[in-house]
């Protein structure tokens, strides 16, 4: 039984160093791993980040932009790049709703607890209907709520024709803007290699300011 016990606690250790040295390494090392997945790889990254609920930890701005300048320095073709990211990020979000809009009747249907309460779905729904497409788009730009803002959107039974479209221009201005951004910076900075660590951290700092801001002003109206 202690063999066991301990089996057990060496594997879920192992497992969640895994996923801590994935992080760190998407993070500080995100050449390295576009590299070593390609372009399927880096397609999957972007299509969990934007809908499936273990996804939210991707740090795909960064990604999108290192992607861009290695296609800049011709370790990938741009013109086959950007659309496959687009269609990734199209379609993440698509699985995302679908699985708020299924989950959904469970969430109504579920008695109000410590943790859940019914009120906040209701709010929910309220929200989307009148701020939906704004949300959709502009949780493109933060991380983790790009995640779970679809996954809201489904569970708040959105409009669908509005969601696709919102859907399409977020992922539109996410994907094709930050790999060109990086593609054009890539092309027209010299030696950006060796800047390239730095300027991922300051995409990544400001992905991360709207959500900081966001909290805080939420803490001071609580205040």
Sequence with gaps: MHLVVEFAYNEDRLRTDFYFTLIIKLMFDPVSIIKAVGYIGLCGIIFAESGLFFGFFLPGDSLLFTAGFLASQGFMNIYVLVPLLFIAAVLGNNVGYAFGYRIGPAFFNKQDSFFYKKGYIEKTEKYFQKYGGKTIVIARFIPVVRTFATILAGIAKMDYKNFVFYNIVGAFLWTVG????????????????RYIVPMVLVIIVVSILPGLWQLFSMLRSRK
């Design 178 to 193: 930050l790999t060109v951004l990086g593609y054009f910076l890539g092309n027209t900075i010299p030696n950006i290699d």
